[in-house]
């Protein structure tokens, strides 16, 4: 197993003309997701297309960060490549220390149940389920007891602030509780981590503030890690860090606030 990496938070500035004080040494935090020269590939048959190119960056747990660029710039397929849903053509990927290549499909499909929570732009819920069964589903597939899964897919609405919609079906819920649903069943596995694809993409400003204010209430309070890819500079700014992508490539990374 390789050894999990370690990223330094950063230090604050010192304010021109005030003495400066002794700096605190960089607060280690376990990388929980590594990317290491990453390329992926698509063949139409006519065309081959360069989705990523070389792509290398880190995501420290309990880190959110937000990935921002054009459309076609390669977000959602870096996205897939991360969590294992779509296979690389060059380079590694590592999370938790655990590269995903050195796992069969049958491995990496048990491992994603197990350790990581998908939030989609439209929801993806059942619609002849309600919200208590749509959330308990997963745990279910997964063979967890029904009293057990129940017990958790409820304590996970109650988390997202839906208990009292537990009962009623998504075409009874408004989109931001549809979205809260959505982000109830990513939590209810206890993920290591939350892959979030444009998670306000289909949400009015209103529902999406409390969306994005709801994940970093869940980053603080439970220190859940999210990489959530976005077009929306509100949802990126709601971050620690925005990483930008241009043409399959990262080209630049803005922190936005000293981790604790």
């Not at 990927?93 to 491995?107: N, Q, R």
Request: aromatic fraction near 4%.
């Amino acid at each position: 197993m390789a050894v999990p990496s370690v990223i330094s938070a950063p230090v604050p500035a010192v304010e021109v003309g005030r003495a400066a004080a002794p700096l605190a040494e960089p607060v280690p935090v376990e990388a929980i997701v590594e990317a290491r020269g990453v390329d992926k590939r698509y063949d139409t048959g006519e065309v081959e297309v360069q989705a990523l190119r070389g792509v290398s960056f880190t995501v420290g747990r309990g880190e959110m960060v937000a990935i921002m660029g054009p459309s076609g710039s390669g977000k959602t397929t870096l996205l897939n490549c991360l969590s294992g849903l779509d296979r690389i053509d060059g380079g590694e990927v590592f999370i938790e220390g655990v590269s995903l290549g050195s796992m069969s499909d049958t491995e990496r499909t048990d491992y994603r149940a197990r350790r990581m929570g998908f939030v989609f732009q439209f929801y993806n819920l059942m619609p002849v389920l309600n919200a208590v069964e749509n959330v308990e589903l997963p745990l279910l597939v997964a063979r967890v007891p029904a009293k057990e899964a129940r017990r958790r897919a409820l304590a996970a609405l109650e988390m997202v602030g839906l208990a009292e919609r537990a009962a009623h079906v998504p075409d009874e819920l408004s989109g931001g509780q549809r979205q809260r649903a959505t982000i109830a069943r990513a939590l209810v596995n206890d993920p290591a981590i939350v892959w979030a694809d444009e998670p306000t993409g289909d949400l009015d400003s209103e529902n999406a503030q409390d969306v994005v204010a709801l994940m970093r209430r869940l980053n603080r309070e439970r220190g859940l890690t999210f990489l959530i890819v976005t077009h929306d500079i509100g949802v990126g700014r709601a971050t620690d860090r925005i990483v930008r992508m241009v043409d399959g490539q990262i080209v630049d990374e803005e922190c936005l606030e000293v981790r604790q």
